[in-house]
Structure formats: C-alpha cells, structure tokens
C-alpha cells in the first residue's frame, strides 16, 4: 500500500484580504473609543455621578472621569496612525478587557448597574453589554492575529 501525501487543505487569506479585515476591525474599535468618550465629555456631570455610584470608585470618580475618554481618544489615535496600529489593537484590548471585568463584577455585585455608555450602547441590558464587549475583544485580537501571521507587515510598515 502507498501512502498519500497528507495535504492540508486550509482556509487562507491573501494580503489584501488581510489587510481589509484589520482596517474594518481598526475602524470600528476608532468609532466606538471616539463615540464613547465624546459621550463621557459631552456629559460629564452625568458620567461622574455614575462613577460616584460605584462605592469602590466613588473616592477616584473625578480623576477617572477625566482619564477614560483620554485614554479612548490616546487609543484611537495610535489605531489611526500605521506605525502605531499594533499598539492601538493591544491598547484597545487590554482596555476592553478592563470594561468586560468591570461590568461583570458590577452584574455580580452591585444592586444598582449605572452605565454612562454612548449611542445605542445604553440601550443594551448589561447581559447584552456584556456580550458586546467580549465581541470587541475578539475582534481586536483577531485583528492582532492577522496583522501577525502577516510578519506584522500589515500592522507594522
């Protein structure tokens, strides 16, 4: 009996298509960091007093009130530039990471759930909320995945 070769039979993308999917993901990750701290800005008293809600955040309500939408916008800056997508995509990972855990700890723990979120975000139930951010952590390191397995050619030029 002669063996066959074994041939992989993978789904793969070109470059371009590559490219693309990281520049759709990026643009998405810039609007929704942009629309959420334009929100946090445009009505700041109402995000602060739902910082102050939060008992554990209430002692540093002020100073994170002001940090968030700059960390959103210092975040959206680095996707938009080329040299510095990589970094944006880690940037707006970690820091969706960090509003998945709080929002799940909030379901777990807190009685009342404030939520200070933009657009059609604040519509959502927290379950719902939930979901969307898990969603965007996937994109962004789905993102980072393809910009990698690319020799970081598309997110590094």
Known sequence: MEALPFKRNRFQLNKKTKEVIVFIICLACIFLFLS????????HEQFVQGLK???FLRPVASELSWL??????????????????????I????????FTIYIAGMMIWADKLPCSCNLFIEKLSWSQHLIFNIGFVFLSIIALWLGRISNYKILVK
């Open 36 to 43: 959420s701290a334009y929100s946090k800005l445009l009505n």
């Open 53 to 55: 809600a939060v008992s």
């Open 91 to 98: 940037g707006f990972a970690v820091v969706m990471v960090a």
């Open 68 to 89: 968030v939408p700059v960390i959103e916008t210092s975040i959206a800056a680095l996707l938009i530039m080329p040299r510095t997508t990589w970094y944006g995509l």
